[in-house]
Each structure stands twice: as C-alpha cells, then as structure tokens.
C-alpha cells in the first residue's frame, strides 16, 4: 500500500495513502479519512487536528510531537523574556557586588590603589572585635522585635481592606505606599518626625502634656522609634500577601462555618488562620 513522509524537524512520520484518483489523495489515520491536493501534507495535519478529539490526537505520534513541540518552544520564549531582565540585574547588581566584596575581603589596600593579598586576617580580626559583637547583638534584637509585629499589623490591615467597606481602596494604596518609598528618604522623614525640640511627635507630646522625649538619645525609645519606622515603611508588603491569601479562600467555607454555629473568633482561628497559614 503507498505511503507518504510527512517531516516535522528531525522526525518523520508516514501517512497511509488509500487512493491517488483523480488528483486527490486520501489520507486515513485512526480510520478517519482526509482528502486533499496530491502532495498537500499541511493540509492533512491541519484537517486531522480539527477533526479529532484530544485524546486522540494525544495518541498520535506526529500530531502529538507537533503540538507539543511548537508549545514547548512558545512557553520557553515567553518565560526567557520575563527571565532575561531579572537575570541581568541579578547577576549585575547583586551577584557580582557580593562576589567582588568576597575577593576584597580577602586582601589590604591603600589609598593609592595598591591591594596586598592577606587571606582571611580581616575576618580574624572582626571576631576580635567589640563591635562586631555588639552589631550582631543589635541585629539578631531587631529581628526578634520587628518581625513578629510586621506579620502581625500586616495581617490586622489585611483583615481590615478585605471587610470591603467603603474606602478601602484608598486606605490599601495609603498602607502599600511607604514600601515604595527608598531608604533615604524613610530615614530622613523619621528622623525629622523624631527629632528633639522641633519634631513632630515632640510637639504632640508636648500638645499632651507629656513632656519631651528624646526619642533619638535614649537607648529604649531608639529602639521603639526603629520598629515605628521599619513596620510603617515595609508592612504594605505582608498586608498585601495575607489580602491576597484571605481573597482566595471561598466564600462557602466561611458560610459554611456560619450554618453550623460559629462566631467571629472562632472563624478566624479555624478558618481564616489555618488556610492563609502557608502564606
């Protein structure tokens, strides 16, 4: 019985022919029978693939290696240009500092530009540093304070801008927008906000009758006054992660758990907390 080839990239694939009368050719796959133009293969992929169901064109080898193929290539083109860019800045502004900085650790220099290569004596002697110490004291104690209270007002706000009442779109873009802000600028504004004498929250404790606070010069409100400005400039993050987490949970289940006698609480300990968890 004749036979046609019908390539796609490196494979090929033979179709029966089943009749040549006439200027036309028949073609039969899976007992379907395709006429078209002598010659015309294109047009019997074309005719096959809207023909047949899925399943069958799954079962297929050339039908399925051309679908697949012509995917594959589509997907991998799409991701590399969203990949490409971060990739760049990547391995520009984060990869290479971090790896320059290593190989700088590692020698001495001078102000004329001379380096003399003194292996890890620079590591040695910040762990014999005083500073060090109390740097890495401070830094583990601002994690310990911060983080818990980030994820914690985050997830208050969340709460809040997904009660959908009125104005919480506004208030959402109030909440995210310090997170764009850089860290100049935060510092810069916290410290004009906690400054002595003529800062704002100065005036306000004077407003109260409180006195003023040095808030700059005393050891526990510094430590306030950092977690004041870390949690109003990077909380808009979190909150917009848990309002995302709360958004996908279905409405079924929180009508559900009304149905069968729960309250506010204990919704949001049962429910909201235990589906938002790998949030």
């Known amino acids: 019985r004749p036979w046609t080839i019908c390539r796609s990239s490196s494979r090929r694939f033979w179709i029966p022919i089943t009749d040549r009368a006439a200027g036309k050719w028949k073609y039969r796959v899976r007992n379907i029978y395709f006429e078209t133009a002598a010659g015309n293969t294109a047009a019997v992929l074309k005719k096959a693939a809207m023909e047949l169901n899925s399943n069958e064109i799954g079962g297929i080898p050339w039908i ?105 779109i506004f208030i959402r873009t109030c909440f995210f927008s310090p997170y764009v802000l850089s860290m100049s600028v935060v510092t810069g504004l916290w410290i004009f906000i906690f400054q002595p004498y003529t800062g704002l929250v100065t005036q306000l404790t004077n407003v109260l009758g409180i ?54 609480r204990q919704m949001l300990f049962s429910v909201t907390i235990p589906m938002i968890k790998d949030t």
């Not at 391995?91 to 320059?100: M, S």
């Not at 001379?114 to 601002?142: E, P, S, V």
């Not at 526990?220 to 309002?243: K, Q, R, S």
Request: proline fraction near 3%; glycine fraction near 8%.
């Open 64 to 168: 399925s290696h051309i679908n697949q193929s012509s995917g594959r290539m589509r997907e991998n083109i799409t991701a590399w240009c969203f990949i490409i860019p971060f990739l760049l800045f990547f391995l520009c502004f984060l990869l290479y500092p971090i790896l320059k900085g290593m190989k700088l650790s590692l020698f001495d220099a001078t102000l004329g530009g001379r380096t003399f290569f003194i292996g890890i004596q620079n590591y040695a002697a910040m762990f014999q540093d005083k500073g060090f110490w109390q740097a890495m004291f401070n830094t583990l104690f601002f994690v310990v304070i911060s983080t818990p209270t980030i994820v914690l007002v985050g997830f208050i706000f969340a709460m809040f801008i997904n009660s959908r009442l009125k104005g919480t």
């Open 211 to 264: 006195g003023e606070m040095y808030w700059l010069n005393t050891k526990w409100l510094v430590w306030l006054a950092i977690l004041i400005t870390t949690v109003w400039w990077t909380v808009g993050f979190d909150m917009i992660l848990f309002l995302a987490g709360l958004q996908d949970i279905p409405e079924d289940i929180y009508e559900a758990a009304r149905i069968d006698g729960a309250n506010s």
